[in-house]
């Protein structure tokens, strides 16, 4: 018997590095998986593929999981709920999101382009509202869910040719808290975790 029997998760980013290996560890402790990633790059610079988040899905039915593939962007609202409709077709429901989707485009403040900084706002900032939107409401009638998002030391600390990374990951942390204080007493928990990326 594993910890996350019979929940269902929807891991955003879930194709390589930390969104991968939140997969795997949800599914070796039992729970369902919708494995989401868009399989591009980390910079965002290439236009991606299912390869990835399908790699990771049978990674853990091979390993005698349950899990299923996604090749959707968290930036398309949309797209984020067919996610969580997925994740009900699939499985009869979802009772958690761990959103670590995310890209680089680091560089100088005063050489960064309105494109690098809008893409990584887009995916950091805009795709957690997206995911946390798209849920909250299945979470509040179930009362029960939890959301994960990641947050970074760049916000808080500063971390040189971060301007867009930092100021998306503060957004986040602000939307953590305040969506925490309002799930709170739905029984649906939100949790930030604070990581410390390396520049390119």
Not at 84 to 89: I, P, T
Not at 113 to 138: P, Y
Request: aromatic share 4%.
């Amino acid at each position: 018997m594993g910890i996350l029997d019979g929940r269902v998760v929807l891991v955003t980013g879930g194709g390589n590095g930390i969104g991968k290996e939140c997969a795997l560890m949800a599914a070796a402790h039992g729970a369902k998986i919708v494995v989401n990633d868009l399989g591009g790059g980390l910079t965002g610079a290439d236009t991606g593929d299912a390869g990835p988040a399908e790699t990771v899905a049978q990674q853990i039915r091979d390993a005698g999981g349950e899990a299923v593939s996604n090749s959707d962007s968290v930036t398309d609202y949309d797209a984020v709920a067919n996610m969580v409709e997925q994740a009900k077709d699939e499985f009869g429901g979802l009772h958690a999101i761990i959103n670590p989707a995310g890209i680089l485009r680091d560089g100088m403040f005063h050489k960064m382009s309105e494109a690098d900084w809008k893409a990584v706002i887009d995916v950091h900032l805009h795709g957690s509202f997206n995911v946390t939107r798209a849920a909250v409401e299945l979470f509040r009638e179930q009362q029960d869910g939890a959301f994960v998002l990641f947050t970074s030391t760049s916000g808080l600390f500063g971390n040189i040719g971060h301007a867009n990374y930092a100021a998306a990951k503060m957004g986040i942390a602000g939307l953590s808290l305040i969506v925490a204080m309002e799930v709170d007493r739905t029984s649906t928990r939100l949790n930030s975790i604070h990581i410390r990326p390396s520049r390119l």
